[in-house]
């Protein structure tokens, strides 16, 4: 029977640690890795709970739950995108010399690009770093059957395994021939050994020393060593190949019909570089070709640098994705062939913008009106599109909202007229790696007003839950985390929740937060109010209010400039707005935009939320 | 590779439109019919508005990837996407596209467009563009002469996958009532040439 079923990359990583056995996965979600935990969900319900699966509060305890299921004897995995190995990196770097017991594999998801992320930085850097070894996967087929590689390089060596796939192997789609999955009982078993697992500083020595010679060993590891992928060919020059890009470039020489007349290399495991692989390539080829993303990890490996080219000879570039038109380029350059060169059209893409209805787009609109001359300070989530409404004017990384509105106070402590400064962070973003920040800004006694964009969901990446959903990651209840109570745990006396639909209340409030935080130090809003994709996938949208544009409207667009609702499209020849039926998901914050009162709910008796 | 056994299918539109689901429909279409499949699309950021695109390649294909003029085909739900998205397509290639107004000026090869969110409207199930003009391209594409390459699959594989993709037997109400009204939605598109 023909076993074969479309899965995506991530699906695929999450049939392999199924098929493999693995007991405990963890992960905080993050583009393009978030599917990993969300389909090892989907797949598990018809299962016996053989698995323990969760979303963490960030990737830091992600990691440290799954590595102690590690030491204590079992499979374990945790996955993240990279920016959320940055926050995991402190236990990646110590796990590394205490290595693991049961297999450990951290799934770290790059985004060449970027598509959706900060950086575009290597996870196989941090590999590199933390001194194990990673795999790059070039396919979703391939990333499944890495698992189970992985697997067994990480139990041989006693050392955590990368898995590093990129946003086009999670993304893609595949026919992916299924395994049987086992049903087994966890067993743990924590051996104590205090030198090893709490080992002082003197033991670390010992650990970094062993840690080197598991390095040099799985550097002549078999399984995992570069695959010749056309054996008869013969030239003085190679190309070596690995992860996504390793398909493109395999597809671009197929079609270039050079299959035949260069010798390629498929590297599995960038790091360690296979000694032996090194050697034959500094022996047998005069000019080898890296196609690689992002870093040249490869590249760096390959000592005799006259023979190598990549991106450290700008043969490749070394920002952006590797597309495979490009690919073609730098390979048609290689051997010397023509190739035209590839135009893109100019047409620019839609921006994207937060939904028609989207609660946050009303907390912008009130914030921008109560301090249209402030600093704003914003954070990682959907609520980074609030730049679209000048409302957002810092995002650096998760957390930094409040961090950085606390720096810019004191930069400009001594100023005559110092400004009004307002961070905005989502509330899963607030439980991942906000709070230290609230705590430093209540101990500083800084003025700023921080308001928490609660909609109740990690929305940007999915609709996962957060930890004041009570929603376990299959849906199973758990223990909620109250956002107000933990605020005024951080020491912040002036905590209130609002309804940001309730748009005269939210302005009221961020007035009276601002006032207060001047002389006693921050103030916090919840601005809650469940985002409305959840509440639309769930079908429990709470009281529609239909609107409809009156003949008071003189289209002066004060309403598209200032608040952008992709559902109010300016007419230009009638001077007037109209309302896209489809997109409107009937919020009615807009009747309390137009300074026209020309926007009014067909519910005659229902002029905003405030009167229901 | 054997030409006359891949198919590149380019699918764009905006977020929201069920970009996705369509591609995933040919692509379970392609593995019923025994062949090997990719897809690719944009994720993230994309869901909020923005525009998203899909490759759909069927047939030994290593990348997931379709390379600027190689895709035998265009499925644009919005027509702004004819230009953004014109330049992956082969000499020749077809498009199909869901327009108000006629694009046939600006394309010297096969072109097919429909108005499919009026044609929505009109069975009473807005959402549907995606399907219907799935259902339209399934319509059309077979006219092109079999040497020009057309659609690997028929209207009916692609009804069997939707019909495959819940359990008959414990279909909840509502379930039934979503399927009945994808599948008039395909019928809708198909029937409209
Ligand atoms: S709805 Fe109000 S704000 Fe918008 S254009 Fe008309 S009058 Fe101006
Ligand atoms: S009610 Fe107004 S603000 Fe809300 S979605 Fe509709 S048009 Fe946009």
Redesign the interface.
């Known amino acids: 029977m023909d076993k074969r079923k479309l899965l995506m990359g991530n699906e695929a990583i999450a049939r392999g640690l199924q098929e493999n056995s693995c007991a405990i996965a963890t992960s905080y979600p993050g583009t393009p890795a978030s599917e990993i935990l969300s389909s090892l969900a989907y797949f598990q319900q018809s299962r016996e709970k053989s698995m323990h699966i969760q979303w963490a509060v960030n990737e830091k305890v992600a990691f440290e739950i799954a590595y102690a299921g590690s030491i204590a004897g079992l499979r374990t995995a945790v996955s993240m995108k990279q920016v959320g190995l940055n926050v995991a990196s402190d236990p990646l770097m110590s796990a590394a010399y205490m290595g693991s017991k049961g297999g450990f594999i951290v799934i770290s998801a790059d985004d060449p690009g970027p598509h959706s992320s900060q950086t575009e930085q290597d996870s196989r850097l941090m590999a590199m770093m933390a001194m194990i070894p990673v795999l790059d996967p070039d396919s979703p087929r391939q990333a499944k059957d890495m698992v189970t590689l992985a697997y067994d390089l990480s139990e041989k060596f006693e050392i955590p395994v990368m898995l590093r796939p990129t946003t086009r192997v999670c993304h893609a789609r595949q026919d992916i021939q299924l395994e049987d999955i086992h049903d087994f009982k966890r067993q743990a078993d924590f051996k104590k050994n205090p030198t090893r697992w709490a080992a002082t500083p003197k033991f670390r020595y010992h650990l970094h020393k062993e840690l080197g010679k598991k390095l040099s060993a799985i550097s002549a590891y078999p399984a995992t060593a570069p695959v010749r992928l056309n054996s008869k060919t013969n030239s003085r020059r190679a190309i070596v190949v690995s992860g996504i890009a390793a398909s493109h470039t395999k597809e671009v020489i197929k079609d270039l019909n050079l299959w035949e007349a260069i010798p390629i290399y498929q590297v599995l495991q960038p790091y360690p570089l296979h000694k032996q692989f090194i050697s034959h390539l500094i022996e047998t080829y005069d000019e080898v070709l890296v196609i690689e993303e992002t870093t040249g990890v490869i590249e760096m490996q390959i000592a005799d640098r006259h023979r190598v080219k990549g991106k450290l000879t700008q043969t490749v570039p070394e920002a952006g994705e590797l597309l495979p038109e490009i690919i073609q380029e730098i390979v048609c350059g290689f051997v010397g062939i023509k190739s035209q060169p590839v135009l893109h059209p100019s047409a620019s893409d839609r921006r994207p913008t937060l939904c028609a209805g989207c609660p946050h787009r009303a907390s912008f609109f009130a914030i921008k009106k109560v301090v249209p001359k402030g600093i704003l300070t914003s954070d990682i989530g959907c609520y980074t599109l609030g730049l679209n409404l000048g409302a957002v004017d810092t995002v650096l990384c998760m957390g930094a909202a409040i961090s950085q509105a606390e720096g810019f106070y004191q930069a400009y402590k001594d100023e005559p007229k110092p400004p009004d400064i307002v961070a905005t962070i989502g509330d899963s973003t607030f439980f991942h790696a906000g709070i230290p920040a609230l705590i430093d800004a209540v101990v500083q006694k800084v003025p700023i007003v921080v308001v928490i964009l609660d909609n109740r969901t990690t929305a940007m990446t999915g609709n996962q839950p957060t930890p004041a959903t009570g929603i376990g990651v299959k849906g199973e209840p758990l223990e909620t985390v109250d956002i107000e109570m933990l605020v005024r745990g951080c020491g912040v006396k002036f905590c209130h929740e609002v309804d940001p639909y309730e748009m005269n209340k939210l302005t009221l409030l961020l007035k009276q937060a601002l006032a207060y935080s001047k002389n006693n130090g921050p103030s916090v809003l919840i601005a809650r109010h469940p985002c409305l994709i959840d509440e639309l996938q769930k079908n429990k949208l709470k009281r529609p209010i239909p609107v409809e544009v009156t003949n008071g409207c003189d289209g002066c667009g004060y309403c598209i400039d200032h608040f952008g609702c992709p559902a109010l499209l300016l007419d230009e020849n009638q001077k007037r707005i109209h309302i896209d039926a489809l997109l409107c998901n009937q919020c009615g914050v807009c009747i309390q935009v137009c300074p026209k009162h020309s926007i009014k709910s067909r519910n005659k008796s229902i002029e905003s939320k405030e009167d229901l | ?1 054997s030409q006359a056994m891949t198919h590149q299918i380019v699918i764009s539109g ?2 929201g439109q069920g970009i996705l689901f369509i591609t ?1 429909l040919l ?2 279409a ?2 019923l019919k ?1 062949m ?16 998203v695109v899909s490759h759909l390649k069927i047939g030994n ?5 379709i ?3 190689s895709a035998d085909g265009l499925l644009a739900l919005k027509a ?1 996407n004819f ?2 998205h ?2 992956f397509l082969r000499k020749g290639a077809w498009i199909v596209v869901n327009s108000d107004y006629d694009l046939k000026p600006k394309y010297d090869g096969p072109l097919f467009s429909v108005n499919a969110d009026h044609l929505a409207r009109k069975i009473g199930n ?2 549907a563009v995606n399907l219907i003009l799935l259902g339209f391209a399934l319509g059309v594409i077979p006219k092109i002469s079999e040497a020009k390459r057309g659609m690997f699959c028929s209207v009916e594989d692609i009804k069997t996958v939707l019909q495959n993709r819940r359990p008959k037997e414990n279909m909840t109400t509502s379930a039934k009532e979503k399927l009945d009204a994808s599948l008039k939605a395909i019928e809708a598109g198909y029937n409209f040439f």
């Open positions: 590779m905006v977020g995933r692509a379970e392609a593995i025994g090997s499949v990719f897809t690719s699309e944009t994720h993230g950021m994309a869901q909020r508005g923005g525009t294909f290593y990348s997931p990837l390379r600027p003029l702004e230009d953004q014109g330049y807005p959402k």
